[in-house]
């Protein structure tokens, strides 16, 4: 295998993943002829509108049955269809190094998990980007359907570590604005920012007609809470630090967790973004075809 490709999947999750394909609910725009509807009108067989016919125009477009019973000229027009433009957006902040006992560090699953995405998306013949920031985008790939492509721009992931202070929200904004044509936007992040500031960043890619994914990666004790003795508790990224026993606050810390979840999975839900809560426990071939196979259910 390539050697970027290499450095996130083995080859039995890439078996596993061959066959999978990762499809937009939206309408998009692409470079290729594809499975995607654009919002180009085109040759394929889909029909989506008529318009008056013009001068010029090809007769055989020309729908005869309006014609026969309107007396009027009328041209059929198509949906085309496109290849997808996917963007892998990673955050490699410094909290995103945490992990606890027995479980890899949320930026390395989130590069896995996004090396399993670029792979599907590559496999179905679409067109994968990435972009990798923490307080500014770091790593910037335009979107190409090939496997070698695909292979230089995990080459670049593999260059970054999770060091850094964070500004997801604008750094988001940021990246929203690179992206002139409609596409696929999939994060990875595990949302450790001002959560109004980064749920107006993910609008922002939404009122831009982008299909949005949210993979909110986190560590299964930063969600159970499940620590048993006394500990120094220090943020990564401002090395505050406090001592405290997690017995004794683990109810209420799992309440304003929950709240915190909520938080984000509420309002993308009003704004139709996919959002998946992803731990790091979870085997990410395993989540991957579930993930796939769920929303491929739901956008029938």
């Known amino acids: 295998m390539p050697e970027g490709i290499s450095s996130f999947l083995k080859p039995a999750e890439l078996g596993k993943l061959g066959r999978l394909a990762l499809n937009s609910r939206y309408?998009?725009?692409?470079?290729?002829?594809?499975?995607?509807?654009?919002?180009?009108?085109?040759?394929s067989t889909e029909f989506a509108e008529h318009r008056n016919y013009n001068p010029g125009d090809d007769p055989k477009h020309l729908d005869w049955k309006v014609l026969g019973r309107t007396d009027r000229y009328y041209v059929r027009r198509y949906e085309d269809e496109t290849n997808l433009r996917v963007y892998l957006v990673i955050d490699r902040s410094a909290s995103m190094a945490y992990a606890s006992e027995n479980q890899v560090s949320k930026y390395d699953y989130a590069c896995h998990l996004a090396a399993a995405i670029g792979y599907v998306v590559v496999k179905a013949k679409d067109s994968v980007g990435m972009y990798v920031y923490a307080d500014k985008i770091n790593a910037s790939v335009g979107a190409r359907n090939s496997f070698s492509h695909l292979n230089n721009a995990l080459a670049t992931l593999k260059k970054y570590k999770a060091a850094s202070t964070t500004t997801t929200a604008t750094t988001l904004h940021r990246v929203a604005d690179s992206i002139r044509r409609r596409a696929l936007v999939v994060l990875f992040s595990d949302l450790f920012d001002e959560q109004g500031d980064v749920v107006r960043a993910i609008a922002h890619f939404r009122k831009l007609h982008h299909d949005v994914i949210v993979f909110h990666v986190l560590d299964p004790m930063e969600v159970d809470f499940n620590f048993k003795k006394g500990a120094e508790f220090v943020d990564m990224e401002t090395n505050e630090a406090i001592v405290v026993d997690p017995r004794s606050i683990a109810d209420d810390y799992r309440k304003v967790f929950g709240e915190f979840l909520e938080g984000y999975r509420k309002p993308c839900a009003e704004m139709n973004v996919d959002y998946r809560m992803v731990k790091t426990d979870e085997p990410v071939d395993v989540f991957v075809r579930a993930y796939l196979e769920e929303r491929r259910r739901f956008s029938r």
């Open 27 to 43: 309408v998009v725009e692409g470079s290729l002829a594809g499975r995607h509807r654009s919002p180009n009108k085109g040759s």
